[in-house]
């Protein structure tokens, strides 16, 4: 009780630095996993399709030593995180192009494409954990 409280107290006063790269830390790793998974279905068509999975463990590393350092939660965070939110877009555009290509694109058959193509929305994922990461060092640090 006295942890929730005291997690209460320091979100009220926008002390959320740790809490932040932690989240970063541990959204990171499932995610990759995920879309390794759903680029796995699709036999790694693109070499591109491996960028995020390659940059997993920069961000995990920058976001667990952000819960120790704050150095690193104002130095390292922010550069990992934002390639990986900069990944999470490019892939958004990648995934809107690769339904466009499909046989009738957005114009004859877009509800098909969109449900059998490459999913348009998922990559944003990337570029919402990218954004924790973010917005981490841009926060106090919590007492």
């Not at 005291?6 to 932040?20: C, E, H, I, K, S």
């Not at 809107?96 to 957005?106: D, E, L």
Request: net charge positive.
């Amino acid at each position: 009780m006295k942890l929730a409280a005291r997690a209460l107290w320091n979100l009220r006063r926008g002390r959320v630095q740790r809490t932040l790269s932690g989240l970063t830390a541990a959204s990171a790793a499932p995610l990759a996993f995920e879309i390794y998974l759903e680029h796995y279905k699709g036999s790694f068509g693109d070499k591109w399709e491996w960028a995020p999975i390659a940059l997993t463990p920069p961000v995990v590393a920058a976001g667990v030593a952000g819960v120790y350092s704050e150095r690193a939660a104002r130095t390292a965070l922010p550069a990992a995180a934002g390639l990986y939110a900069l990944c999470g877009l490019i892939g958004t555009v990648l995934h809107v192009r690769g339904i466009a290509r499909r046989p009738g694109g957005f114009r004859d058959e877009p509800l098909y494409n969109m449900i059998m193509g490459p999913p348009p929305l998922a990559p944003g994922s990337l570029a919402l954990v990218g954004g924790l990461g973010l917005v981490a060092p841009l926060m106090k640090r919590e007492k």
